[in-house]
Structures are given as structure tokens and as C-alpha cells.
């Protein structure tokens, strides 16, 4: 997968529900407490490297990762830092 790969907008709503599919919300803490995507877990960009694996334990398991809007360099940072990690199917919002 290109390290480039997008989920888009519709189809993330229309898999929010599905269970295999991860969405994890890279800003810092705060930003997560006032508002995120719901079903979404919180792992802030500085904190993958150092908690990725326990808190993402399955290296295949589709995870889609996003910030603050398709602008906000924060997400790609993530994709490439989760695929250095080890995780196979990682995309961005």
C-alpha cells in the first residue's frame, strides 16, 4: 500500500461500525476530549513509538489515522511512523 493511501470521508462513515476497521486520532489528548470521531481511540503522534504496540497490538489489523484536516501533516507523519512499526495496512483520512 502506498504510503499515500486515503480512506475517504464516505467511507469511513459507512465502516465506522465494522470491527476489523481501527480509527485513531493522532492530536494531542486535549484535542481529543473536546471532540473526536466516535469510536476512535486517542494516540497522540508522539506518543506511537513508544506506545504503539501496546495499545495497536495487531500489526494487520486496518487502522485509518487522521488530525485536523487533510492539511495537517500530522496523519501522513503517523502512516509512515505505524509502517516503520511493523503495520501493514495503515491509511490516512
Same mark, same amino acid.
Given at each position: 500500500? @502506498? =504510503?499515500d493511501a @486515503?480512506?475517504?470521508?464516505n467511507e469511513l462513515l459507512q465502516r465506522l461500525? %465494522?470491527?476489523w476497521l481501527l480509527?485513531? %486520532?493522532?492530536?494531542?489528548?486535549d484535542s481529543y476530549d473536546k471532540a473526536h470521531i466516535p469510536g476512535a481511540i486517542s494516540l497522540p503522534l508522539p506518543e506511537i513509538r513508544e506506545n504503539g504496540r501496546s495499545v495497536l497490538r495487531d500489526?494487520? @489489523? =486496518?487502522?485509518v489515522v /487522521? !488530525? +485536523?484536516?487533510?492539511? !495537517?501533516p500530522l496523519?501522513? +507523519?503517523a502512516v509512515v511512523l505505524l509502517k516503520e512499526l511493523g /503495520? @501493514?495496512?495503515v491509511r490516512r483520512l
Open positions: 500500500m @502506498r =504510503e @486515503r480512506v475517504t470521508h461500525n %465494522d470491527p480509527v485513531v %486520532d493522532v492530536l494531542p489528548g500489526l494487520n @489489523r =486496518e487502522i /487522521y !488530525c +485536523e484536516g487533510p492539511s !495537517c496523519a501522513m +507523519e /503495520y @501493514r495496512n
